[in-house]
């Protein structure tokens, strides 16, 4: 296949040279257009039947036969991302919605955990007696992130031997001891297994949310479910906030704040024991019946064959086994592993935990000198800009949204960069390094925040997908705990305008990268994506 691995060159794929490479693309609910090699034309089909056995003609969907050949010559012409899809509704009986709001209990108690400790810290550590041990208070914030990293990594291979929703529910229990142990802790030892078992289970849930998610939405507003994932988790990291409130007139009350992620936890598990399986999942499995079972419940009946088609086509050839991790650095799959982890290395290294953890005394510069006054601006701008970036997933696409993403992280590095530099902006010095760090936060959740999870899940083939996304989601919290024990010591070093221009070097490098790498899947299936970007074997 001459087209690389990232795109697919439709001059190649309308020839008469192989069947593999012929892709379908999605005209809206139900229906596909799919080249055919009879005349290296395009082909409408809806439902089990075309439209050609059906008396019909791609000519009656856009009026004309005219239209219909500047469709083909579109096709012919270029990437097959750039043709627009038809919208042809249709009804359908079954809802995903109840089934993500489940799975998104998972992304809440990763934000929730993630921020509930920094409220709590000061107090807890004079209730536990480690006031005067900054390596312990230490270990009680990263030994989060080391079991972040070890569930990560565990969470693929579980998705894959058990399924998702099983995995879901087995996830349940090390979140609910990890909160018990935490709010019960009488030393710091039953503190710190508490943090790792909670940061076990958000490992777990942070590889199998955006999978789950993304396996089982219809693919034209796959793109909106999946940024939720990462709107769940900023609402965790505000109720986190909001959870600290009443701490000021009642020091015990770090307990309750720990104690209260046992709900959502046991949410999680009852909510997954009447969840319907990944369709993908049961259909690798063999499970064909199901797998129509799982889609009727999800889509409704109208769309079980059109689902199950796409199945099939997709596993056509293949009767491989599941990859092992090592399958994973081969030739055959390590491009399109290297996106996955690459776009999560951008993500941290672009400086988003630098510029939470400086917005405090960035703040106060500013005049700003309540601590959660600075922290809920920090956390607003979060949600605002991954609600805008819900709404434009599947408008804009994941690609555009990256590319402006970290455009916008970039400029807004260099204001901060400046406003702490330059002279001449001494006296508005305050008033940038505030906007500056609230635009820095916006552009990071307009894109670089939510779509890596969503994007990876698409662009991986069904038989790599569990374990590359919990490789990518590994160099996620390996990069994080990294960034988080160095940063203090480099900024002392290199001081903070340095590292601030270091950051924004970054972004930069991140806008070339995916303009050259990274695939574009909006309006795409699951299965459509795999063919065109699975090389041939």
Not at 19 to 24: A, N, Q, T, V
Not at 246 to 270: C, D, E, K, Q, T
Request: hydrophobic fraction near 50%; include cysteine; aromatic fraction near 8%.
């Amino acid at each position: 296949m001459e087209a690389s691995v990232y795109t697919v060159n439709t001059k190649s794929c309308l020839g008469l040279h192989s069947r593999r490479i012929l892709p379908r693309l999605a005209l809206g609910v139900g229906c596909s257009l799919r080249a055919t090699k009879r005349n290296n034309a395009l082909r409408l089909s809806c439902g089990s039947t075309s439209m050609g056995r059906a008396g019909g003609s791609i000519q009656s969907l856009f009026g004309s036969s005219a239209k219909a050949r500047l469709v083909r010559a579109q096709a012919s012409e270029g990437d097959i991302e750039n043709v627009a899809p038809a919208k042809i509704p249709v009804t359908s009986s079954g809802s995903v919605l109840p089934y993500v709001g489940v799975a998104c209990l998972g992304a809440f108690l990763f934000g929730y955990h993630l921020g509930v400790v920094n409220g709590a810290l000061e107090y807890l550590a004079k209730d536990l007696g480690i006031v005067e041990n900054t390596v312990l208070q230490g270990w009680v914030v990263s030994t989060l992130l080391a079991g972040a990293t070890v569930g990560s990594f565990t969470g693929g291979s579980l998705a894959d031997k058990f399924g998702r929703t099983k995995t879901f529910i087995l996830d349940a229990v090390p979140l609910a001891v990890g909160a018990f142990l935490c709010a019960t802790a009488q030393n710091i030892e039953t503190m710190i297994i508490g943090r790792l078992l909670a940061g076990i289970g958000i490992g777990v849930s942070s590889a199998i949310v955006p999978l789950y998610i993304s396996e089982i939405s219809p693919t034209e507003i796959r793109g909106t479910l999946g940024s939720v994932n990462q709107l769940f988790i900023c609402i965790g990291i505000l109720a986190a906030l909001v959870a600290g409130l009443p701490l000021a007139g009642n020091p015990l009350w770090w307990r309750s704040m720990f104690g209260v992620a046992l709900i959502p936890s046991v949410l999680l598990a009852l909510g997954m024991a009447f969840s319907p399986e990944s369709p993908r999942w049961l259909y690798q499995q063999g499970r064909i019946s199901d797998a129509e079972v799982s889609i009727k419940r999800l889509f409704g009946k109208e769309r079980v064959a059109e689902v199950m088609r796409d199945l099939d086509e997709a596993g056509q050839g293949s009767t491989e086994p599941e990859a092992g991790w090592f399958d994973l650095f081969s030739s055959r799959y390590w491009k399109i592993v290297s996106v996955g982890a690459a776009l999560f290395l951008f993500q941290q290294l672009a400086g988003i935990n630098a510029v939470v953890y400086y917005s405090t005394s960035v703040f106060r510069s500013a005049g700003i000198t309540s601590d959660v006054a600075a922290s809920a601006l920090v956390g607003a701008a979060n949600v605002i800009g991954t609600t805008v970036a819900s709404s434009l997933m599947d408008k804009q696409g994941r690609k555009s949204l990256l590319l402006t993403s970290f455009a916008g992280m970039a400029a807004s590095m260099l204001l901060l960069s400046l406003s702490f530099t330059w002279t001449v902006l001494a006296p508005y010095s305050g008033t940038l390094a505030v906007l500056g760090t609230v635009l820095y936060v916006l552009s990071f959740s307009l894109g670089a925040g939510p779509v890596p999870a969503l994007l990876l899940p698409e662009i991986f083939s069904s038989r790599i997908r569990a374990k590359a996304v919990a490789l990518s989601l590994g160099m996620h919290w390996i990069s994080n705990f990294v960034i988080g024990l160095y940063f203090l010591s480099v900024v002392t070093k290199f001081g903070i305008s340095t590292v601030y221009l270091g950051f924004a070097s970054v972004c930069l490098l991140a806008v070339m990268y995916i303009s050259g790498n990274v695939v574009e899947t909006k309006g795409r299936s699951l299965e459509e994506i795999e063919r065109a970007l699975s090389p041939a074997v």
